[in-house]
């Protein structure tokens, strides 16, 4: 094994925690990775990884050689792209993770789109509403919806996500509607997560956020559920319009307490952060950014 491919080898370890899994995402045998390792530290005359039964780990020699690498590899990758006629024409595989209902309503039509100009590219598209970290899970980028915190990985905004809090007509005229955050603690509400206990709504008054306590009747950790049970009539419920704004459009629910709407969040895109972005993640990323953009159509509720 020549040294770019011990290198290549050596940052698969260090991604996947296992010599194992290198192997299975590079298509040699264990023996092979670790025979690759062994002759790049002999090479450097330094130990990069700390190996126990369960996992590798980097030592900090290990750690800033993976970062130079990281950097290096991809650049090879751009170098190897324009040389070969890829920058416009990507090829190979790209892997992109998204929640799972934004995912199942938006992606599939826009990345079937974006696959339709690049015949040779090949997405791996999985959905899921786990917070992934791309670099450790071997994600080319991850979209997100989120009031993001530091992080060591690069965001890029491409739409934002209104919430609504919104309930059937039906639930309405049998309740009436509250006027104000403060009342929605003597109404049922169908909240996200996994318990009915101590629950409490942001939401903005005045421009200032203001936390409510609410009476959940019903939760769940997904957003097709919640909207599911407002239109049948259980509740209120707060919601991103990219999930309900059809119904508001269609009249199945109704905003509630719409001077006071919970703060806003965002999509991102998320990607680690390599100087040189291969042509493939950055070709998507531009073509997401223009295909939603600051103002999506979910976003016409009338």
Known sequence: MDKLDAMRAFAKVVVHGSYAEAARHLGLTRSAVSKGVMELEHILGARLLDRTTRRVSPTAAGLAYFERSVDILAQI???????SRLHDEPKGVLKVNAPMSFGALYLGEVIAEFMA??????????????????????????IRIAHLQDSSLIA??????????????????????????????????????????????????NGDVVSVPIRSTFCSNNGDVLRSAAIAGLGITDLPTFLVGPDVRAGRLVPVLPVNPPPELGIYVLYAPNRYLAAKVRLLIDFLVARFGPRPAWDDIG
């Open 77 to 83: 990758e751009e170098t190897e792209l324009q040389v």
């Open 156 to 205: 890029r905004k491409l739409a934002p996500a209104r919430r609504l809090l919104v309930a059937a007509p039906a639930y309405i005229d049998a309740h009436g509607a509250p006027r104000t955050p403060e009342e929605l603690q003597s109404h049922r509400c169908l909240s996200f997560g996994h318990t009915t206990v101590l629950q409490r709504w942001q939401l903005t008054r």
């Open 117 to 142: 100009d690049y015949a040779d590219l090949t997405v791996e598209l999985t959905l899921n509403d786990r917070f992934i970290d791309p670099l450790e899970e071997g994600v080319d980028v991850t």
